[in-house]
């Protein structure tokens, strides 16, 4: 085997391996963003269930169990890299708010690159097109 061709197929292998670490990496940035958006969907329900009203601000988040399951749930929030859409006229039970924005994910990368994490309603999360979702959000 010529020296050139060891050295392509290590560049290969070298390649590959970024690429799969990259991979990894964003799979665990999406869950986490998949995780933080479907603990603030809970506890916007949590509040409610709690007080009869739904959340105005993050403050009232504070009141449920978001603070102890999340530890920098309200950094996330302050700094725009969570974002709660504050809804008064949810009804009490998720899947009746199916097509609702609860919270999304707007910084980042992953937001960057023309999808955006949302947390729905009913509770599931999805990765939409920002345009989708500036869509929903003009409808509110």
Request: hydrophobic share 45%; charged share 20%; with cysteine.
């Amino acid at each position: 085997m010529s020296r050139v061709r060891k050295i392509a197929i290590a560049l290969g292998v070298v390649i590959l391996l970024a690429a799969a670490r990259f991979y990894s990496l964003s799979d665990i940035s999406h869950e986490s963003i998949r995780l933080h958006l479907a603990l603030l969907g809970s506890s916007i329900y949590e509040y409610h269930a709690k007080t009869g009203q739904w959340p105005t601000r993050a403050e009232d988040l504070a009141q449920t169990s978001l603070p102890a399951r999340s530890p920098y749930w309200k950094v996330m929030l302050d700094a725009g890299t969570n974002v709660v859409v504050w809804h008064q006229d949810l009804k009490p039970e998720p899947a009746q708010n199916a097509g609702v924005i609860l919270a999304y994910h707007n910084r980042g990368l992953l937001a960057w690159l023309g999808h955006q994490w949302v947390c729905w309603g009913d509770l599931r999360t999805e990765y939409i097109p920002s345009r989708e979702l500036q869509a929903k959000r003009r409808e509110h």
